[in-house]
Each structure stands twice: as structure tokens, then as C-alpha cells.
């Protein structure tokens, strides 16, 4: 049974910061979603990672898959307030497009 | 870009009644539909796979006489959540997968509030 590990689950940071938060999966996938949720909003999908040393970038945010280690990162660049959301990764179970979520990271940025 | 819409984004019940909430594909044809719950602070939940022309594959645990999905046609899925209790109150999301030109691509409803009262 694929499980998913996030870490850290909170995360308060100063802004002008990096960070990274880090998303485990326990068994082989070859796509993994990250996605980022305000409060009381669905998900904003933010990336699409599909092999393996993929490296995407959008902003601030830039995400990485390594399948090899069954790991994927999200790193913040000089975080601003704006980036203050729950963020989480999903992972392709390889079956009818099923994904599992991971617990998710809150993330707050102090101005 | 592809759309996925749910209805309603906020509903409040009395205990005992039935609720349905619905997600549409609105720009694609979706074989597949996934209803997830998620509670506040808490990740999503899978509850099940909703299959056009047949039947759900519930998730363990998941009361498949209390959760009723119904995918009728390509584009749309319906969740009924049956003889609501205070606990079934809860943010309900849908996604939908389209194909595209690098696999499936999943897109999400913008969500639905449930108050059970």
C-alpha cells in the first residue's frame, strides 16, 4: 500500500527565507503532484513531476522528483507572504489515475 | 484549461435528510471522477473512484450505502451523502482526469461545503 510522508507538517519561516519541504512515498510511482490549498479553497495544482531528476520552476517555488529515493522536494526561494498556504504532494498510484495525498505542510510566513 | 465544477460550494442540512452534490467535467470527458472529503486541518481522503457506467470502488472504510455515487454520463458525477449526520460534515472535493499529450492530467472541483446540523 503506497504511503505518503510529508515533512515538516508546520512551518513558520521569516520572509526573504529559503526553505525546502520534503514529500516520501513508499513504493514506486512515476508521477507525483504538488498542490497548494488556501484556507477554505480546493487545491491549486502547482506541478506535475513525471521522471525521474525532473526539476520544474515557477516563481519562487521549484519542485524536483528523484524516484530513485522516492523523494521529491518543494523548495521556497526569498519567501513572501503571499506564499503562506497548505502545500501538499500527491502521488500516482499507478492505478485509473489514483492519487494519495500526503498529510500536507502549513506553511506561514512572517512579514 | 480544463474545468471541473461542483454544486453546490456550500450546503446546510438538517440531521437525518439527504444531501447530493455534483461534479462536472465541464470542458472534457471524464471515464473516471475520485471524491475526496477533507476535514478542517487535515489532508484529503480518498472515499472512492467514481466509474462512468459502473459501479464505485469504495475505499476501506467508506460506507458505500451512505456515500451514493452515481456516474451517469461522461461528465458528470453525483455524491449523495444519505441520512446526514452532525459528523459527515465536511469539505467534499471531486477531481476529474483528461487526457492529454503527457498522460492524464487531474484536475479539481473548487470544493463543497457540508454543514450537518
Not at chain 1, 16 to 27: H, V
Not at chain 2, 80 to 109: K, M, Q, R, W
Request: charged share 20%.
Amino acid at each position: 500500500e503506497l504511503k505518503v510522508e510529508q515533512n515538516p507538517l508546520f512551518l513558520s519561516m521569516q520572509e526573504g527565507k529559503n526553505y525546502t519541504i520534503y514529500c516520501n512515498y513508499s513504493t514506486t510511482s512515476d508521477r507525483l503532484y504538488w498542490y497548494r490549498q488556501d484556507p477554505g479553497k480546493s487545491l491549486e495544482s502547482l506541478f506535475v513531476l513525471l521522471s525521474n531528476g525532473a526539476v520544474k520552476q515557477e516563481g519562487r517555488l521549484m519542485a524536483s522528483l528523484d524516484t530513485k529515493a522516492r523523494l521529491s522536494t518543494l523548495h521556497i526561494t526569498a519567501a513572501v507572504h503571499d506564499l503562506s498556504a497548505t502545500y501538499f504532494c500527491a502521488v500516482d498510484t499507478g492505478r485509473d489515475d489514483k492519487i494519495i495525498f500526503g498529510k500536507g505542510t502549513r506553511l506561514h510566513i512572517l512579514p | 484549461g480544463a474545468v471541473v465544477s461542483q454544486h453546490p460550494s456550500w450546503v446546510i442540512c438538517k440531521s437525518g435528510t439527504s444531501v447530493k452534490i455534483e461534479c462536472r467535467s465541464l470542458d472534457f470527458q471524464a471515464t473516471t471522477m475520485f471524491w475526496y472529503r477533507q476535514f478542517p486541518k487535515q489532508s484529503l481522503m480518498l472515499m472512492a473512484t467514481s466509474n462512468e457506467g459502473s459501479k464505485a470502488t469504495y475505499e476501506q472504510g467508506v460506507e458505500k450505502d451512505k456515500f451514493l455515487i452515481n456516474h451517469a454520463s461522461l461528465t458528470l458525477s453525483t455524491l449523495t451523502v444519505t441520512s446526514a449526520h452532525p459528523e459527515d460534515s465536511s469539505f467534499y472535493i471531486c477531481s476529474a482526469s483528461s487526457l492529454g499529450g503527457y498522460g492524464n492530467t487531474i484536475y479539481f472541483g473548487e470544493g463543497s461545503w457540508l454543514t450537518v446540523v
